[in-house]
């Protein structure tokens, strides 16, 4: 295939897959895993203050890892290609901790490491992903792509809420990891399969040889910068909400069985959210991608400050759907609005530094909401209103950040007009 020939829908669907496997394994982790393990592993009063610090800490990792495949990749020389070896290696690592975690007695020590290798595994293969958007895919057609990748997204993530938590809740464990490690398998091997005549070098790649130089661009594209402080905001605000809605349920709305009640919570929300998904993207082509990134934080925020404010399961479910509608597309829309605006050649670089701005963001919200737990009254209604309206107050931050410095408010209404 030519490079930026268009694409068909089969080949964006193939392409987007490693979104499946990634984000189950993320929210099973984030969601079920981590939290059950610590409350089996520690007393109550200790359990938000240490998954907040187990998750900064691996998440600081993936971070890291992130970051520097994004830069290898655009430099890299393979008989393979330029991606897909560090696609396969970053699936490869994650699936080798998954099976270092059922061979070995529990312990924290395990907890900690195996989190640690799949935060690493994972963001090898995410941050090598990202650049193909830009290698590959049309610029017409990225919203499409980032539609189809959000819908995986979603899909991954009520597998992650509905499996998971359904055998979680029945103490099944092991299986419920060697389910994962199969889905991560086949979603990784579809993506390499689907983009191997098109993971290729150019010479275009060339023109930025030292990552350095990128600092000094970023000056130079305002939107670029301004959007990876907005959606640091964003991540910030929403991330570490999935850490502890496992003792939200529990402890909160007194539901005895809070892993049944995340997974079908998650089901509920994600299927609402899936169907969204593909709409938005290719609307999003359709009437730009400016209006969606300016209107969905500030739905979410909303939804987020109004959870504060109730105590009944399914009106969480409610609000819940319009969190997630609203973060769902507005993470693949936003990998599609920065696809569009970084210059080319070197778009690994810049794509993981936009992934920093998440990563960072994803590190510290759960810190930052397991210490809010931990001193105020601990796992208690007024403990967890205080950290939804401290969330909602970072999702309107990133909503001002766009709306006065990354979008042009007066040309998306003139182009809706």
């Known amino acids: 295939m030519e490079k930026y020939s268009q694409k068909s829908f089969r080949y964006m669907f193939g392409m987007n897959s490693i979104f499946l496997g990634n984000n189950y394994l993320w929210i099973s982790f984030e969601s079920l895993f981590l939290p059950y393990l610590m409350e089996i592993i520690l007393p109550v009063n200790l359990q938000s203050i240490y998954l907040g610090i187990i998750a900064f800490v691996g998440i600081i990792f993936g971070i890291t890892f992130n970051l520097l495949s994004g830069i290898v990749t655009d430099n890299l020389e393979s008989k393979v290609g330029r991606r897909r070896p560090m696609i396969l290696l970053g699936s490869i690592i994650t699936v080798i901790s998954l099976m270092i975690f059922i061979t070995f007695k529990l312990s924290l020590f395990l907890v900690i490491l195996v989190y640690i290798l799949i935060e690493i595994g994972s963001n090898i293969a995410y941050g090598s992903y990202f650049p193909l958007i830009r290698d590959i895919i049309p610029e017409y057609q990225r919203g499409t792509s980032s539609g189809i990748s959000g819908f995986y997204t979603l899909m991954g993530t009520a597998a992650g809420f509905g499996i998971s938590g359904?055998?979680?809740?029945?103490?099944?464990?092991?299986?419920?990891?060697?389910?994962?490690?199969?889905?991560?398998?086949?979603?990784?091997?579809?993506?390499?399969?689907?983009?191997?005549?098109?993971?290729?070098?150019?010479?275009?790649?060339?023109?930025?040889?030292?990552?350095?130089?990128?600092?000094?661009?970023?000056?130079?594209?305002?939107?670029?910068?301004?959007?990876?402080?907005?959606?640091?905001?964003?991540?910030?605000?929403?991330?570490?909400?999935?850490?502890?809605?496992?003792?939200?349920?529990?402890?909160?709305?007194?539901?005895?069985?809070?892993?049944?009640?995340?997974?079908?919570?998650?089901?509920?929300?994600?299927?609402?959210?899936?169907?969204?998904?593909?709409?938005?993207?290719?609307?999003?082509?359709?009437?730009?991608?400016?209006?969606?990134?300016?209107?969905?934080?500030?739905?979410?925020?909303?939804?987020?400050?109004?959870?504060?404010?109730?105590?009944?399961?399914?009106?969480?479910?409610?609000?819940?759907?319009?969190?997630?509608?609203?973060?769902?597309?507005?993470?693949?829309?936003?990998?599609?609005?920065?696809?569009?605006?970084?210059?080319?050649?070197?778009?690994?670089?810049?794509?993981a530094l936009f992934s920093t701005s998440t990563g960072i963001g994803s590190a510290l919200s759960p810190l930052i909401y397991g210490l809010i737990l931990f001193f105020i009254k601990g796992q208690s209604k007024i403990a967890y209103d205080r950290l939804f309206e401290i969330s909602s107050i970072f999702y309107f931050i990133g909503f001002i950040l766009i709306f006065f410095k990354v979008v042009n408010v007066k040309k998306i209404f003139e182009k809706q007009i």
């Open 166 to 351: 359904l055998l979680l809740s029945i103490n099944q464990l092991m299986p419920a990891i060697i389910i994962i490690m199969v889905t991560i398998a086949i979603s990784t091997v579809t993506t390499v399969i689907t983009v191997r005549r098109e993971d290729i070098r150019t010479n275009a790649d060339r023109f930025m040889k030292h990552f350095s130089k990128i600092f000094r661009r970023i000056n130079d594209i305002k939107q670029f910068k301004w959007m990876s402080i907005s959606n640091f905001f964003i991540i910030l605000g929403s991330m570490g909400l999935t850490f502890f809605e496992f003792y939200y349920f529990r402890y909160v709305l007194n539901l005895r069985n809070s892993a049944i009640y995340v997974a079908i919570a998650g089901l509920v929300i994600l299927s609402v959210s899936a169907l969204s998904t593909v709409f938005i993207g290719i609307l999003s082509d359709r009437v730009g991608r400016e209006i969606f990134l300016l209107i969905l934080p500030l739905i979410g925020g909303i939804s987020i400050f109004m959870i504060a404010y109730i105590n009944n399961f399914y009106m969480f479910l409610i609000l819940g759907s319009l969190i997630g509608i609203s973060f769902g597309n507005y993470l693949s829309l936003s990998n599609s609005f920065i696809s569009h605006i970084v210059p080319g050649g070197y778009p690994g670089k810049f794509m």
